[in-house]
């Protein structure tokens, strides 16, 4: 319940990038624009993560996880309301950024509960023994929903060019309401000897791991950023575009990459289980190589055959990464190491978006080629260093 939960914040946090990055384009705003906008909302949005947590503490579990659902159902709402005043030139110039940077303000401000609830909440629910794979679990979900609200934009373009936007709406009020039924009345402010302990962001033996999946993330909000962009500037003259059109093919490309990464993590790593040491190096090089391909080839069809080759990778890499992240440390402190691994996929969407925009204005393909080479450093670095180190299974 809290992994479907998970599905639908991972969903309607990224579904942005498919929709918002090219209409805003459409409505007047530069590309720096548009960055800065999701850039300043996931900002805010890391910020307010360990605040909800503590709330979360003191008024329970469940009722930040439904809070924080409606919150972004509630947010996205308002941000597609202004993106169509955009669009229809009801707000025009400056207005419209400042209405749009308004409306993602309250985005970061009141939906990043979800996180750090569920992931005490399994903390709670779990076992020292069990807690590795609970937390894997919900980190999973997180990822495969940041990947599903993309490819769930395919499938709804056709009706519009904001109905992605609606999709996500609906599913997280739905996630809202079933959470707000089926789970039950979690605890607050308990403290028994099983909480995990706390860990600071500078221990060294989780400090590698997070600063390794922050360099990663920040060079998927690279590409998550300019995809929609890259997709209308290379194919508007060939395929004439319209919005809906943009808005479709970005989606099918990042449901290619969902299909392959739904495939492998679940009918490959859950069932084998193989090492994260040998998984990692092998994903991350499987990155890099699809988003080479993404600039070497041309026809639409052979980019949505590098990015299978992504999913693959992706799929690979970011479960691993976690897994080696959570099993340096004690059964007892996995909870914490967890949780502080949870900030780096915010924390490098606060960068990787900005950065990606600036190297797009420069030219169309800087931000694939820079991507490709920071999974080319972060492959070498897994196989020639972490791939030798012992794993902590005790």
């Not at 399994?122 to 990822?143: E, V």
């Not at 940041?146 to 709804?156: E, M, N, Q, T, V």
């Not at 069809?301 to 691993?320: E, K, R, T």
């Not at 909870?335 to 960068?351: E, K, N, R, V, Y």
Request: aromatic residues 10%; charged residues 10%; positive net charge.
């Amino acid at each position: 319940m809290i992994a479907l939960a998970s599905i639908a914040m991972g969903a309607g946090m990224t579904i942005n990038f498919v929709v918002v990055a090219p209409l805003a384009r459409r409505a007047g705003l530069t590309e720096m624009e548009v960055a800065g906008i999701l850039t300043l909302s996931t900002l805010i949005y890391a910020f307010m993560i360990p605040k909800w947590g503590r709330l979360a503490n003191r008024v329970g579990r469940k009722r930040v996880m439904v809070f924080s659902l409606f919150a972004m159902a509630l947010t996205n709402m308002a941000f597609l309301f202004a993106l169509n005043a955009a669009l229809t030139g009801v707000v025009t110039g400056l207005s419209t950024f400042f209405l749009l940077v308004f409306v993602r303000f309250w985005f970061g401000l009141l939906s990043p509960g979800l996180q750090p609830a569920s992931m005490a909440a399994i903390t709670d629910a779990t076992t020292p023994q069990n807690r590795a794979a609970g937390l894997g679990m919900l980190g999973a979900a997180m990822s495969i929903g940041s990947i599903l609200g993309p490819a769930g934009a395919a499938a709804l373009a056709p009706f519009g060019a904001l109905a992605p936007l609606w999709g996500s709406i609906i599913f997280c009020a739905i996630c809202g309401v079933i959470l707000g039924y089926a789970l039950p009345a979690t605890r607050t402010g308990v403290k028994t000897t099983m909480r995990p302990k706390s860990l600071n962001a500078r221990d060294p033996r989780v400090a590698p791991h997070l600063i390794f999946l922050f360099i990663y993330f920040v060079a998927i909000g690279m590409i998550q950023q300019t995809l929609g962009w890259f997709i209308e500037d290379r194919y508007k003259d060939v395929m004439h575009l319209t919005e809906e059109a943009i808005v479709l093919y970005t989606g099918i490309a990042f449901a290619c990459l969902a299909v392959t990464m739904v495939f492998i993590q679940f009918g490959y790593v859950q069932p084998r289980k193989p090492d994260p040491r040998k998984m990692l190096p092998v994903g991350l090089a499987l990155v890099a190589i699809g988003y080479i391909i993404v600039n070497l080839v041309q026809p639409y069809w052979a980019m949505c055959l590098a990015f299978l080759v992504i999913g693959s990778g992706a799929a690979l890499a970011v479960p691993a990464a976690n897994a080696l992240g959570s099993l340096s440390v004690s059964r007892e402190e996995q909870g914490s190491a967890a949780a502080l691994l949870s900030a780096a996929p915010p924390a490098g969407f606060i960068f990787g978006p900005i950065l990606g925009a600036g190297l797009y204005q420069l030219a169309h393909y800087i931000p694939f080629y820079v991507a490709a080479a920071v999974m080319a450093v972060l492959a070498t670095y897994a196989f020639t260093v972490t791939r030798h180190r012992p794993l902590n299974l005790t």
